[in-house]
Protein backbone atom coordinates (compact mmCIF):
# COMPACT_ATOMS: atom_id res chain seq x y z
CA UNK A 1 0.00 0.00 0.00
CA UNK A 2 1.14 3.77 -0.25
CA UNK A 3 1.13 6.15 2.25
CA UNK A 4 0.52 9.70 1.78
CA UNK A 5 3.95 11.55 3.15
CA UNK A 6 1.91 14.74 4.07
CA UNK A 7 -1.15 15.38 6.09
CA UNK A 8 -3.63 17.85 6.38
CA UNK A 9 -3.04 19.09 9.65
CA UNK A 10 -7.22 19.65 9.04
CA UNK A 11 -8.31 15.79 8.35
CA UNK A 12 -7.30 13.32 10.91
CA UNK A 13 -5.28 12.00 8.84
CA UNK A 14 -6.84 8.03 8.81
CA UNK A 15 -9.67 9.51 6.88
CA UNK A 16 -7.18 11.12 4.84
CA UNK A 17 -5.32 8.06 4.04
CA UNK A 18 -8.04 6.23 3.35
CA UNK A 19 -9.25 8.05 0.21
CA UNK A 20 -5.47 8.65 -0.73
CA UNK A 21 -4.62 4.79 -0.62
CA UNK A 22 -8.29 4.12 -3.05
CA UNK A 23 -6.81 6.51 -5.56
CA UNK A 24 -3.11 5.32 -5.33
CA UNK A 25 -4.39 1.71 -5.62
CA UNK A 26 -6.97 1.70 -8.13
CA UNK A 27 -5.44 -0.19 -11.26
CA UNK A 28 -6.70 -1.09 -15.13
CA UNK A 29 -8.46 -4.78 -14.38
CA UNK A 30 -9.09 -6.42 -17.88
CA UNK A 31 -9.76 -10.18 -16.44
CA UNK A 32 -12.58 -11.21 -14.12
CA UNK A 33 -13.89 -14.49 -12.73
CA UNK A 34 -16.83 -15.50 -13.58
CA UNK A 35 -19.07 -14.44 -10.86
CA UNK A 36 -21.62 -11.99 -10.91
CA UNK A 37 -21.45 -8.54 -8.91
CA UNK A 38 -24.66 -8.25 -7.12
CA UNK A 39 -27.15 -5.52 -8.72
CA UNK A 40 -26.97 -3.78 -5.67
CA UNK A 41 -23.32 -3.35 -5.77
CA UNK A 42 -23.55 -2.17 -9.68
CA UNK A 43 -26.09 0.52 -8.06
CA UNK A 44 -23.47 1.88 -5.58
CA UNK A 45 -20.92 2.29 -8.30
CA UNK A 46 -23.80 4.05 -10.13
CA UNK A 47 -24.35 6.74 -6.83
CA UNK A 48 -20.70 6.66 -6.73
CA UNK A 49 -20.75 8.05 -10.74
CA UNK A 50 -23.28 10.25 -9.75
CA UNK A 51 -21.59 12.00 -6.75
CA UNK A 52 -19.04 13.42 -9.16
CA UNK A 53 -19.13 17.35 -9.65
CA UNK A 54 -20.55 18.89 -12.32
CA UNK A 55 -20.34 22.28 -14.72
CA UNK A 56 -22.95 24.46 -13.33
CA UNK A 57 -24.52 21.44 -11.42
CA UNK A 58 -26.08 20.37 -15.01
CA UNK A 59 -25.58 16.94 -14.23
CA UNK A 60 -25.60 15.81 -17.62
CA UNK A 61 -24.63 11.57 -17.18
CA UNK A 62 -26.90 8.72 -18.23
CA UNK A 63 -25.76 5.67 -17.00
CA UNK A 64 -26.62 2.21 -18.45
CA UNK A 65 -25.61 -1.06 -16.49
CA UNK A 66 -25.50 -4.10 -18.85
CA UNK A 67 -25.71 -7.59 -17.36
CA UNK A 68 -27.45 -9.16 -20.51
CA UNK A 69 -24.44 -11.65 -21.95
CA UNK A 70 -25.77 -11.17 -25.49
CA UNK A 71 -24.88 -7.11 -25.20
CA UNK A 72 -21.73 -7.50 -23.55
CA UNK A 73 -20.78 -10.39 -26.63
CA UNK A 74 -21.86 -8.28 -29.19
CA UNK A 75 -19.98 -4.71 -27.67
CA UNK A 76 -17.20 -7.21 -26.70
CA UNK A 77 -16.72 -8.17 -30.60
CA UNK A 78 -17.04 -4.34 -31.65
CA UNK A 79 -15.40 -2.64 -29.69
CA UNK A 80 -11.57 -3.17 -30.31
CA UNK A 81 -9.91 -2.84 -26.92
CA UNK A 82 -13.14 -4.07 -24.94
CA UNK A 83 -12.64 -7.39 -25.63
CA UNK A 84 -13.10 -8.04 -21.84
CA UNK A 85 -16.74 -7.59 -22.10
CA UNK A 86 -16.95 -11.20 -23.63
CA UNK A 87 -15.67 -12.53 -20.41
CA UNK A 88 -17.37 -10.28 -17.85
CA UNK A 89 -20.87 -10.79 -16.64
CA UNK A 90 -21.51 -6.51 -15.69
CA UNK A 91 -20.45 -3.69 -17.27
CA UNK A 92 -21.61 -0.04 -17.01
CA UNK A 93 -21.84 2.96 -20.39
CA UNK A 94 -21.35 6.25 -19.36
CA UNK A 95 -23.15 8.69 -21.71
CA UNK A 96 -23.74 12.16 -21.73
CA UNK A 97 -26.55 14.15 -22.72
CA UNK A 98 -25.23 16.68 -25.83
CA UNK A 99 -28.18 18.79 -25.72
CA UNK A 100 -28.07 19.68 -21.87
CA UNK A 101 -24.30 20.59 -21.66
CA UNK A 102 -21.79 21.32 -23.50
CA UNK A 103 -19.29 19.75 -20.96
CA UNK A 104 -20.71 16.88 -20.84
CA UNK A 105 -17.08 15.18 -21.45
CA UNK A 106 -15.71 16.70 -18.28
CA UNK A 107 -18.92 16.15 -16.03
CA UNK A 108 -19.36 12.34 -17.35
CA UNK A 109 -15.33 11.98 -17.33
CA UNK A 110 -15.58 12.92 -13.58
CA UNK A 111 -18.33 10.75 -12.73
CA UNK A 112 -16.43 7.80 -14.66
CA UNK A 113 -13.48 8.24 -11.93
CA UNK A 114 -16.02 7.73 -9.41
CA UNK A 115 -17.32 4.46 -10.39
CA UNK A 116 -13.56 3.69 -11.50
CA UNK A 117 -12.52 4.30 -7.61
CA UNK A 118 -15.58 3.11 -6.07
CA UNK A 119 -15.05 -0.49 -7.68
CA UNK A 120 -11.60 -0.51 -6.30
CA UNK A 121 -12.73 0.44 -2.60
CA UNK A 122 -15.18 -2.78 -3.09
CA UNK A 123 -12.82 -4.75 -4.20
CA UNK A 124 -13.66 -5.29 -7.59
CA UNK A 125 -12.08 -4.87 -10.69
CA UNK A 126 -12.72 -2.25 -13.65
CA UNK A 127 -11.24 -0.26 -16.39
CA UNK A 128 -12.40 2.41 -18.87
CA UNK A 129 -12.39 1.90 -22.61
CA UNK A 130 -13.65 4.59 -24.48
CA UNK A 131 -16.36 5.00 -26.97
CA UNK A 132 -15.90 9.24 -27.12
CA UNK A 133 -14.12 10.63 -29.18
CA UNK A 134 -13.84 7.77 -31.62
CA UNK A 135 -16.88 7.57 -34.33
CA UNK A 136 -16.63 3.79 -35.26
CA UNK A 137 -17.18 3.15 -31.42
CA UNK A 138 -19.55 5.83 -30.82
CA UNK A 139 -21.52 4.08 -33.31
CA UNK A 140 -21.42 0.75 -32.52
CA UNK A 141 -22.31 1.80 -28.46
CA UNK A 142 -24.95 3.83 -29.95
CA UNK A 143 -26.45 1.12 -31.79
CA UNK A 144 -26.02 -1.76 -29.68
CA UNK A 145 -27.97 0.17 -26.94
CA UNK A 146 -30.52 1.94 -28.96
CA UNK A 147 -29.30 5.16 -27.72
CA UNK A 148 -31.25 8.61 -28.68
CA UNK A 149 -29.04 10.95 -31.09
CA UNK A 150 -28.20 13.00 -28.11
CA UNK A 151 -27.08 10.95 -25.59
CA UNK A 152 -23.30 9.96 -26.77
CA UNK A 153 -21.09 7.25 -25.02
CA UNK A 154 -18.00 8.47 -23.41
CA UNK A 155 -16.82 5.16 -22.02
CA UNK A 156 -17.64 1.09 -20.84
CA UNK A 157 -16.60 0.11 -18.00
CA UNK A 158 -16.38 -3.54 -18.21
CA UNK A 159 -16.01 -4.54 -14.56
CA UNK A 160 -15.86 -7.68 -12.25
CA UNK A 161 -14.50 -9.67 -9.39
CA UNK A 162 -10.53 -9.37 -10.65
CA UNK A 163 -9.32 -12.91 -11.78
CA UNK A 164 -5.20 -12.93 -10.76
CA UNK A 165 -3.47 -10.35 -8.51
CA UNK A 166 -3.30 -6.36 -10.76
CA UNK A 167 -0.85 -3.89 -9.14
CA UNK A 168 -1.17 -0.04 -9.83
CA UNK A 169 1.49 1.58 -11.47
CA UNK A 170 3.41 4.23 -10.65
CA UNK A 171 2.91 7.11 -12.79
CA UNK A 172 4.20 10.04 -10.53
CA UNK A 173 6.15 12.31 -12.80
CA UNK A 174 7.93 15.57 -11.20
CA UNK A 175 8.83 16.93 -14.29
CA UNK A 176 5.69 17.86 -15.08
CA UNK A 177 5.10 19.69 -12.11
CA UNK A 178 5.44 23.45 -12.33
CA UNK A 179 4.75 25.91 -9.57
CA UNK A 180 3.30 29.56 -10.09
CA UNK A 181 5.16 29.91 -13.97
CA UNK A 182 6.07 27.49 -16.42
Known amino acids: MIFCSCQDKKSSGKEANIVYENIMNRK ?3 NYTPQPV ?3 LLDTLVRAGMAAPTSRDIRPWEFIIITDNEILQSLGEK ?8 ETKQAIVVCGDSIKSDAWVQDCSAATENILLAAESLGLGAVWTAAFPYPDRIKAVSETLKLPANIIPLCVIPLGYPAGKNTPKNKYNPSVIHYNVW
Open 38 to 40: KKE
Open 28 to 30: SVR
Open 79 to 86: LPFAKMLK
